[in-house]
């Protein structure tokens, strides 16, 4: 075995040891995620009535939670195949979770959550209550941290990544996770409950949330 599936191994061992199931340790290696995490997530949607949409980390991530910390915000390097990236001043970090849209389920529908600045197009700023609570909530269980907004709700279209062939995805429908292997998969998932689909043909943002 390598070292990464060592490193692999014993958090899954430990994740098991805090409550996580065995298809809570499935979901984690195909995602990336660290499966103790997965289980909270699961948990916390199933909870709160919650849809979370996420991109995945680099599947090596999983070998990396709860050794490293979260890859911040300010971080613009990207992560290389190792699942971990270095900051200008030297820390080494493991990539990290990026929101994409969370939803409120609502009787037969889904209201937006917006986890975003409450000034319109604004990256950095004040959080709704609604969105600081479910992010709280989460972070005071994740082992790797939650470090920003939701993708889906930043309209600066030119700045904003968007979506990309090679990107997968992890759904958490109340306590249910759906993995979603690229763009396509993703947006007939988000038309099958008539969420709002964000991204242009070419993978862009449109600039708008509704």
Known sequence: MSIGEILADQREN???RMGASAEDIRTARDSGFDPQDVM???QVTAARAVLLVFRCPNLAARSLHGLLPAKTAVT?????????????????MVSDYDIMSAWRQEGARFRKIPITAAAPGAKYGAWLPEARDLVRELNRRLVTKIQHGAQDDWLDAERNRGVKPEDLFLAFRMGVPELLSGPAALERFYRQDRLFWPYLPNGKHCGRTA
Not at 76 to 92: F, H, M, N, R, Y
């Open 14 to 16: 430990t994740a098991a």
């Open 40 to 42: 909270t997530i699961r």
């Open 76 to 92: 613009t390097a990207k992560s290389g195949s190792s699942g971990a990236v270095t900051s200008p001043s030297g820390l080494l």
